[in-house]
């Protein structure tokens, strides 16, 4: 009997590992550690036994492009006791990295005992305004869309995923690609965009910068910057100064800042490496929406107090 649960366990690894590459996705960033999982435990279950709050959690949605920073954000939130996180590999809320449909999310939120209910559905960013509008929880629902720079960004996405970029837009460009994710909300403009590059000569490094352009551009294109419940949140900043960028998270959600929310961060400046080589009109739309990303994320943290 062991050893079929060890080989049925191993069939399952292996099966998730093929799904992520197959996806572009990379599970298991920024896991806690046995101890640490464990002490973490006991403090949900403490916070539990005192504050259960069920139905009335408050939804969270952390969103953006893979490698992003997303992992580092969510690990912090997942030490508080008052926070239940279902990241992408976890099969209760995800379907192959897939957030499950709004009736089992909705029911997940409601039967918990803690404040918040955080999930990390990147491959869902474009779902956001339905899962705030149409999730139909006692507390409304709150989402962080977190960025990076467009070249830092691609390079990890190029060390981790190599050419996952080039393939899944070519797809996209050549219409093979309506109902995978990453082709999921984007708009007829971002689409052109996709069409007009040759993927037979775009290195894998430019095909990450284009990902990452048109899945960013969801931001705006979906009104997500016009609305109080969506924060904005920029990687380059959390990393320089990652105090100051929770302390702004924190007021948006409602929760007390805690340092054990950042003890696992070391604060360090963004590195700049050597320029990627971009046609002329990706180089300037990836630097307009830097900008405006940059703007807007500067707006949020004054809201918040940043």
Not at 224 to 235: A, C, K
């Amino acid at each position: 009997m062991r050893s079929n649960r060890l080989l049925w366990s191993l069939g399952r690894a292996r099966r998730r590992v093929g799904w992520a590459r197959r996806l572009g996705l990379f599970v298991g960033d920024d896991k806690l550690d046995p101890a640490t999982r464990l002490r973490v435990s006991y403090a949900k279950w403490q916070w539990r036994r005192s504050h259960d709050i069920a139905p009335g959690a408050t939804p969270v949605f952390i969103v953006g492009v893979q490698r992003s920073g997303t992992n580092m954000l969510v690990r912090g939130f997942e030490t508080s006791p008052e926070f239940e996180v279902h990241n992408e590999d976890d099969p209760e809320a995800f379907d192959r990295f897939l957030l499950r449909d709004e009736r089992t999310v909705r029911a997940i939120v409601e039967r918990s005992g803690h404040r918040f209910v955080l999930f990390k559905p990147l491959n869902d960013s474009h779902r956001v305004p339905d899962l705030l509008d149409g999730l139909g929880t006692p507390s409304p629902g709150r989402a962080v869309w977190i960025y990076r720079s467009a070249e830092g960004r691609a390079r990890s996405a190029v060390a981790t995923f190599g050419d996952m970029n080039v393939r899944i837009l070519r797809e996209i460009a050549e219409g093979r690609a309506a109902d995978r994710w990453q082709a999921q909300g984007l708009s007829e403009d971002s689409l052109n965009l996709v069409r007009s590059h040759d993927f037979d000569r775009m290195s894998p490094e430019a095909a990450a910068v284009l990902f990452w352009y048109v899945r960013n551009s969801l931001y705006f294109e979906h009104g997500l910057h016009e609305r109080e419940d969506v924060m904005l949140v920029s990687y380059d900043a959390f990393v320089r100064d990652p105090s100051a960028t929770t302390r702004s998270m924190c007021a948006f959600l409602g929760v007390p800042f805690t340092p054990s929310l950042v003890a696992h961060i070391h604060p360090r400046p963004s590195r700049a490496g050597r320029p990627i080589e971009l046609d002329p009109e990706l180089a300037r739309r990836s630097e307009e929406l830097t900008a405006r990303l940059d703007d807007a994320a500067r707006e949020k943290a004054e809201q918040h107090g940043g």
